[in-house]
């Protein structure tokens, strides 16, 4: 009797210090991130030993973001802040300064490329392993190992998405663009024409000449940003005849399109059926 109840003693402690060992709200690593991009990296990546906020949101161009007093509050209890380094995040240094937060470590993922194409996508995994690994040594091996196997699921993704695309003969389609969606666009093998910055920088001039380019390239196709302005290039598309479409940059930019496969399989879907 004695025995059965010193085994089932032990069993005890095991299960309260397994229960103690386990990662709590207190353990975990608070990020603030600076777009939807960067906190769905820092999700796959951090696991349960981080918490991800983001700032400006997927429908929001970040060099239009406005500080509210929430997002210093965010600031004010961080370990990390994690920027993509764009010239557009103006906003960073006077909400940094506003959260008066020494133990702040702030670090820019800088990789070029629109971080939608796979292979940039997964450059950009390996920043954020080296920020998190960084605050948290402890789990680097951990954000190491779950790093790894999110870039698998990015290489089986494009592949996927690949061979879609080369069902669609897209690399027949001419297109002007967002130029900020020029670089996916001619990753996805899409033939640019031209491109185009913002609507407010569209004057009838710049129009005619994008409208000209268009005739003489043979467009049948233009893409807006939609965090730069929904149908932007919606004028272009009309004088040519074209199609109009609108993509996103960010997961969460269209419903249902939290996470980056979604997001990336969204446009393509999108891009597939305009060039149908």
Request: aromatic fraction near 8%; charge should be neutral; charged fraction near 20%.
């Amino acid at each position: 009797m004695k025995k059965i109840l010193f085994t089932l003693l032990a069993l005890l402690l095991a299960a309260s210090c397994f229960a103690g060992c386990t990662t709590t709200d207190k353990d975990m690593i608070r990020v603030v991130t600076s777009t939807s991009l960067m906190e769905y990296i820092v999700k796959q990546v951090g696991g349960g030993y981080v918490e991800a906020i983001n700032l400006v949101p997927p429908n929001q161009h970040p060099g239009n973001f406005d500080v509210k007093p929430a997002d210093i509050e965010k600031l004010s209890t961080a370990t990390l802040f994690l920027l993509h380094g764009w010239p557009g995040e103006t906003y960073v240094d006077k909400l940094v300064s506003s959260a008066n937060n020494p133990g702040l470590l702030v670090i820019k993922a800088t990789t070029d490329g629109n971080w939608m194409i796979p292979s940039v996508q997964s450059a950009a995994v390996d920043k954020v392993v080296s920020a998190l690994s960084e605050v948290d040594p402890g789990n680097a091996t951990a954000y190491q190992k779950a790093a790894e196997r999110y870039k698998l699921r990015i290489q089986t993704k494009e592949a996927e998405i690949k061979k879609r695309l080369e069902s669609g003969n897209v690399s027949k389609i001419n297109v002007i663009a967002s130029f900020r969606q020029a670089d996916f666009l001619t990753w996805a093998g899409f033939h640019m024409v031209a491109t185009f910055t913002t609507a407010q920088s569209l004057t009838p001039q710049v129009v005619k000449d994008l409208v000209d380019k268009g005739k003489a390239g043979g467009v049948t196709l233009v893409v807006n940003n939609i965090q730069d302005g929904q149908d932007a290039g919606k004028g272009i598309a009309e004088e040519l005849g074209a199609k109009n479409l609108n993509l996103s940059n960010f997961p969460g930019g269209f419903s249902n399109t939290e996470s980056w496969e979604k997001a990336i399989d969204y446009n393509v879907t999108l891009l597939l059926n305009a060039v149908k």
